[in-house]
């Protein structure tokens, strides 16, 4: 949805250019009825800024940025998104608002997530993964904590993967690399330093690259051989990696769904090796 990449190009926008993406996103169904020099003067900026904000966002024109609105506006189904809410709780907000709030921009990320989502580019991924005699996972702080989950589900499936979350161990690990191994770069912005000084060097190891972020001009994005890009679900107390969780666990989902088709025996002999592992660790309910 056009939407849900403006609001994940928004953070990244500033003055004038957030300006317009901040009306566009305030009412998408009046502006898709605009011209860009009507946008420009009620935002307060001009027809030239209109058509650097749609450059912005990767569209060819203002006439794309009002195509894909429309597109979107005749396919919205009956339900929350009817009504947008914002991303903003406020201090007097019921609970019921807040759920309301948080589960919106959950959804508007996990769709806008899908449609911008690179099948060629997921198969790639996968077939890599597939194939992979070692997988280094790289990510720290929030991105972190998904490359530690995204270890174990690979490895659950037989896949030699091992998340390293410390640079100076990342580094470590990438110098050793070899081009039959694979490596997966998580960064909600694309220019944590830490995550793309391992990622070079496993560029240079001739390993296969894969990098998830929020950002396809951000570097970690241009250093990788095969990027996926996820949309961000940002709210008050929900910034940046945080917001942006949801639908990097969604496209590391997809990956790991299709390595498991991609090594059936392997995954099947796996997933039925280990099944017993953690009903063996079941807490049994207490006798009365």
Same mark, same amino acid.
């Given at each position: ?34 011209? !860009?020099? @009507?946008?420009?003067?009620? +935002?307060?900026?001009?027809? =030239?800024?209109?058509?650097r904000f749609c450059r ?12 894909? /609105?429309?597109?979107? &506006? ?8 009817? #009504? ?12 019921? $608002? ?16 899908? @449609? ?5 580019? /997921? @198969?790639?991924?996968? &077939? ?14 929030g991105s972190g904590i ?12 037989? %896949? ?24 997966? =770069?998580?960064? $909600? ?19 296969? +690259? ?16 095969? #990027? ?17 969780? $949801? ?6 989902? %997809? ?6 088709? /991609? ?17 063996? $660790? !079941? ?6």
């Amino acid at each position: 949805m056009i939407t849900a990449l403006i609001r994940s190009e928004l953070p990244r926008l500033t003055g004038s250019l957030r300006k317009v993406g901040e009306l566009v996103l305030a009412d998408p169904s009046a502006i898709s009825r605009a011209s !860009a020099a @009507e946008l420009g003067r009620r +935002t307060g900026t001009s027809q =030239a800024t209109v058509t650097r904000f749609c450059r912005a966002l990767g569209l060819d024109s203002y006439q794309q940025l009002l195509l894909e /609105l429309a597109k979107e &506006q005749g396919r919205r189904p009956d339900g929350p998104d009817d #009504h947008p809410l914002g991303p903003d709780i406020g201090p007097d907000d019921d609970l019921d $608002h807040l759920i309301a709030v948080v589960a919106q921009a959950d959804l508007q990320a996990l769709r806008g997530t899908v @449609e911008r989502l690179d099948r060629e580019a /997921l @198969e790639r991924a996968a &077939q890599a993964l597939a194939k992979a005699r070692r997988i280094d996972v790289y990510g720290v702080g929030g991105s972190g904590i998904v490359a530690r989950e995204t270890e174990a589900r690979l490895f659950g499936i037989g %896949c030699p993967a091992r998340a390293w979350t410390e640079v100076h161990a990342a580094e470590t690990s990438a110098a050793l690399l070899t081009p039959a191994d694979t490596v997966v =770069a998580l960064s $909600h912005s694309g220019n944590t330093r830490e995550v793309l000084s391992p990622l070079l060097l496993a560029v240079e190891r001739g390993a296969t +690259t894969i990098a998830v972020t929020g950002d396809p001009r951000s570097p970690v994005a241009q250093a990788a051989a095969v #990027h996926l890009t996820s949309t961000s679900a940002e709210t008050s107390f929900r910034r940046g990696s945080f917001g942006t969780r $949801h639908s990097v666990l969604l496209i590391l989902d %997809c990956l790991y769904a299709r390595v498991a088709q /991609l090594t059936y025996e392997r995954a099947t002999a796996s997933v039925a090796l280990t099944a017993h592992i953690t009903d063996a $660790h !079941a807490a049994r309910p207490r006798r009365r």
